[in-house]
């Protein structure tokens, strides 16, 4: 089950992320996750908050948002949602040179910080 790996990870990224913004605690982690990432959602939610206790993440919401896959044919740049499991032969021409475009992502999007520290005040401008 890799999405202990994944969940490890991005608790990781977001806890480094937490020091360089002065942040205490974090309430939502977006997640974008493509739809051939292989990643089971309910399970990843799971394991995120086994990643998160004893962390500055522990009690942050994770949301996952779904990314379409989508592919390109190299030589006659038809796109097609190749769904899952993949179907990476061009619909129009048959041939394999498929390029996929999204749908592998796995990435943070965006973390909404709680208890942050005050920064400074912006000098005059
Ligand atoms: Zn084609």
């Known amino acids: 089950m890799h999405e202990m790996s994944i969940a490890a990870a991005v608790v990781e990224q977001v806890a480094d992320a937490a020091v360089r913004h002065g942040a205490t605690a974090v309430a939502t982690v977006r997640l974008e996750v493509g739809e051939l990432a292989g990643v089971v959602p309910e399970a990843l939610a799971f394991c995120f908050a086994l990643a998160c206790a004893g962390t500055v993440l522990e009690?942050?919401?994770?949301?996952?948002?779904?990314?379409?896959?989508?592919?390109?044919?190299?030589?006659?740049?038809?796109?097609?949602?190749?769904?899952?499991?993949?179907?990476?032969?061009?619909?129009?021409?048959?041939?394999?040179d498929a390029v996929l475009l999204t749908g592998r992502e796995l990435r943070v999007r965006e973390v909404e910080w709680a208890g942050t520290v005050p920064s400074a005040p912006a000098p005059p401008s």
């Open 59 to 96: 009690g942050a919401a994770l949301e996952t948002l779904g990314v379409a896959a989508l592919a390109r044919c190299g030589p006659c740049a038809v796109e097609w949602r190749p769904g899952m499991p993949p179907d990476l032969l061009c619909p129009r021409c048959g041939g394999p």
